[in-house]
């Protein structure tokens, strides 16, 4: 296998494994031993634009960065490829979550397909449950097919 080949495998296989951790980090860490910084994503607060959960940015940043970092310059170059899967994922976590979803910035409101509705009622089940247990959704690239069934019969109620 070519070195190309294997630095394209390792940044996809990061990428895709990269929603199983945020899976994770989300159900166990977010509505767990962190629930102090992640209940105002719960409970809205309306006086300012940021919230204590932005801090979750920096927390799973950190990461990609010392990956990013170390793969640059030491010789485990293999980490670099790491970084960037993990920097990938959580830009588009940042488009999908904050952007699409949440609306934090005015963009991509007008985006109407099948998978991006099941993404954003899949979330809004998230966001149903004020308190940090009984849960549901914790992923945020790959939703349970019963939402795009549920965002299909909105979509025609609606209509």
Request: proline share 2%.
């Amino acid at each position: 296998m070519s070195t190309a080949i294997f630095h394209i495998i390792l940044v996809l296989g990061t990428f895709v494994g990269m929603e199983a951790v945020a899976w994770m980090a989300h159900k166990f860490l977010m509505h767990g031993l962190l629930w102090h910084l992640h209940e105002d994503h719960h409970r809205k607060n309306p006086t300012s634009f940021f919230e204590k959960n932005d801090y979750f940015f920096v927390i799973f940043a950190a990461p990609g960065i010392i990956c990013l970092a170390t793969g640059l310059y030491t010789s485990a170059t293999f980490l670099l490829y790491v970084g960037i899967g993990i920097t990938l994922y959580g830009a588009a976590y940042f488009m999908v979550h904050d952007i699409f979803i949440h609306q934090r910035f005015k963009w991509l409101r007008n985006i109407d397909n099948s998978y991006f509705r099941a993404i954003r009622r899949a979330h809004k089940m998230h966001h149903k449950h004020l308190g940090k247990e009984d849960g549901e959704c914790f992923g945020m690239l790959l939703v349970p097919r019963r939402y795009f069934t549920d965002a299909q019969k909105n979509k025609q109620a609606n209509a």
